[in-house]
């Protein structure tokens, strides 16, 4: 009898590992570095789970939230989350949670690179010291934003429409698009991206972070008009 659970209960597991992934309009981009690359600020499981896993899901549901809205199906991921209204209501919130974990981690990957970290360089370091006095006041206040967000969610630095930055906070996969704000650099707090390495201690992987921040790919964005 045991023997046979087993078996039955392999045989499922197999058969969903081997169902399609829902045809849809976004597909799981890949992560930029091999999973381990950011060892040992953020372990390689922990990568392949969150990119793997939490983010493809975020995908596929998003795909199965679309798949009878052909019309937004067209639309980009940042044009669907600002043109709400035109979707159905019932599916509204799923478009934000599941299309804003997308656009959420689509970003996240491209913000961090191994062999980086550090103060920043170049445009975005004079407008940090601009805004914040210092780069060691603004990791303070990101650092408290990443903190105070209870539950799941993101630390954002953004750039509002006027050009200045800011420093928000959102809850779940809201981004900050919705806020009409322009997503410059965003740690994820919610607890699958550090839990297996660093169990509770949200402030210890908040901390480590920095050391694989992309300053690079953070001046790339602040070069792009706000709002384009």
């Known amino acids: 009898m045991k023997n046979s659970l087993l078996l039955l209960a392999a045989t499922a597991s197999m058969a969903l590992a081997q169902s399609p992934a829902p045809v849809g309009p976004y597909t799981l981009p890949p992560l930029p570095y091999p999973p381990e690359a950011l060892e040992p600020h953020i372990d390689a499981e922990t990568m392949r789970i969150h990119h793997g896993k939490h983010h493809k899901a975020y995908v596929d549901n998003a795909n199965k939230l679309l798949a009878d809205h052909p019309e937004l199906a067209k639309l980009s991921p940042e044009e669907l989350l600002l043109n709400l209204d035109r979707a159905p209501e019932a599916i509204r919130q799923g478009l934000i949670n599941n299309v804003g974990g997308h656009i959420n981690h689509s970003l996240f990957w491209k913000m961090m690179a191994p062999g980086a970290g550090g103060p920043p360089t170049g445009p975005i370091a004079e407008k940090i010291n601009q805004r914040f006095g210092s780069f060691e006041a603004f990791q303070k206040a990101f650092q408290d934003a990443a903190m105070k967000r209870f539950g799941s969610g993101w630390a954002w630095l953004v750039q509002n429409p006027d050009g200045s930055l800011e420093i928000v906070s959102t809850p779940n996969q809201d981004p900050p698009l919705l806020q009409g704000k322009k997503a410059l650099l ?12 660093y169990q509770n201690r949200r402030a210890d992987y908040a901390t480590a972070w920095w050391n694989v921040v992309n300053w690079d790919f953070v001046n790339s964005l602040l070069e792009t008009p706000a709002g384009s």
């Open 186 to 197: 965003g740690l994820d707090v919610w607890e699958h991206a550090y839990y297996l390495k």
